[in-house]
T-cell receptor, first 115, second 110 residues
Framework: GAVVSQHPSWVICKSGTSVKIECRSL??????MFWYRQFPKQSLMLMAT?????????EQGVEKDKFLINHASLTLSTLTVTSAHPEDSSFYIC???????????FGPGTRLTVL | LAKTTQPISMDSYEGQEVNITCSHN???????ITWYQQFPSQGPRFIIQ???TKVTNEVASLFIPADRKSSTLSLPRVSLSDTAVYYC???????????FGAGTRLTVKP
């Protein structure tokens, strides 16, 4: 089956620093990737849609200047949390849509803890 | 307005068949239905996808009535390892509205 990886799987950083999370589709090309955030015991919240070669589309209430998304190739999208604060601590999950079948495959998630 | 509505939680016992229903009254013509399973601290895992009638794979069946306003995920003979949160996602091939509902927390008891 299709595989999506995320790196790192967990990260701890100090308040005010920036953190980059990578999402890769390992065995298929994805022109569209999605970024989600999930708090404990809650559902996944869609943050943005990442489109290869163009600007990301952000959901209402998500600050585009704080959560920078870059989708520079058909297999890689990155999410950078800029000037992270403790309230940004969460589980970040990406997904990639395989264009042939339009199935959506999820990465394993990245646990971000901001001290 | 939520696109999908599911029971918040369900309990079952090992070996039983479990049916989880998702309501999507405003489903559009181009929308398809996908079910995912999620364990704690992991990304969701694809279970099954369908557009209408019945779809079956090696782990589950998906039943979609003619009006497509709901769908039912059927898990045959569940085991303890099926304890997880199950999400139905209604989305279109033509747009990127990949927002999840609240999901159903299934607990399988011995």
């Amino acid at each position: 089956g299709a595989v999506v990886s995320q790196h790192p799987s967990w990260v701890i950083c100090k308040s005010g620093t920036s953190v980059k999370i990578e999402c890769r589709s390992l065995d298929f090309q994805a022109t569209t990737m999605f970024w989600y955030r999930q708090f404990p015991k809650q559902s996944l919240m869609l943050m943005a849609t990442s489109n290869e070669g163009s600007k990301a589309t952000y959901e209402q209430g998500v600050e585009k200047d704080k959560f920078l998304i870059n989708h520079a190739s058909l297999t890689l999208s990155t999410l950078t949390v800029t000037s992270a604060h403790p309230e940004d601590s969460s589980f970040y999950i990406c997904s990639a849509r395989r264009e042939v079948t339009l199935e959506q495959f999820f990465g394993p998630g990245t646990r971000l803890t901001v001290l | 307005l939520a696109k999908t509505t599911q029971p918040i939680s369900m309990d079952s016992y090992e070996g039983q068949e479990v049916n989880i229903t998702c309501s999507h009254n405003n489903i559009a013509t181009n929308d398809y239905i996908t079910w995912y399973q999620q364990f704690p601290s992991q990304g969701p895992r694809f279970i099954i996808q369908g557009y209408k009638t019945k779809v079956t794979n090696e782990v589950a069946s998906l039943f979609i009535p003619a009006d497509r306003k709901s769908s039912t995920l059927s898990l045959p003979r569940v085991s303890l390892s099926d304890t997880a949160v199950y999400y139905c996602l209604v989305a279109s091939y033509n747009n990127n509205d990949m927002r999840f509902g609240a999901g159903t927390r299934l607990t399988v008891k011995p």
